[in-house]
């Protein structure tokens, strides 16, 4: 069992920055692959960037790429998303979420995760 616990969620201006952190009380996390995932009203959840437990690997879905970037810290067991140049669009709240010992399977998919955080609401105001 580990419990995952977001921040860094507030409100910004469209292009600032934010960096949301993902805490897990596991001490061994770096078994873990964590994503990133978001939801808006009425959206369903989407996946927004992933961290792979073996390789250290990272992907992200299109409208985040090179402007979002996610890392891990083993060592203080957290997961961070740098977020920048935000726009109204990336308004939701966002969940990390990890499996641990991924074999296989699309890190969008998130029923392929087993443990989910509550989530950080992040609002970008135009």
């Known amino acids: 069992q580990v419990q995952l616990v977001e921040s860094g969620g507030g409100l910004v201006q469209a292009g600032g920055s934010l960096r949301l952190s993902c805490a897990a009380s596991r001490r061994t996390f770096n078994s873990y692959t964590v994503g990133w995932f978001r939801q808006s009203p009425g959206k369903e959840r989407e996946f927004v960037a992933a961290?792979?437990?073996?390789?250290?690997?990272?992907y992200y879905t299109d409208s985040v790429k090179g402007r979002f970037t996610i890392s891990r810290d083993n060592a203080k067991n957290t997961v961070d998303l740098r977020m920048n140049s935000l726009k109204p669009e990336d308004t939701a709240v966002y969940y990390c979420a990890a499996r641990e010992y991924w074999s296989g399977g699309s890190y969008g998919a998130k029923d392929l995760y087993n443990y989910w955080g509550q989530g950080t609401q992040v609002t970008v105001s135009s």
């Open positions: 961290v792979s437990w073996m390789t250290g690997n990272t």
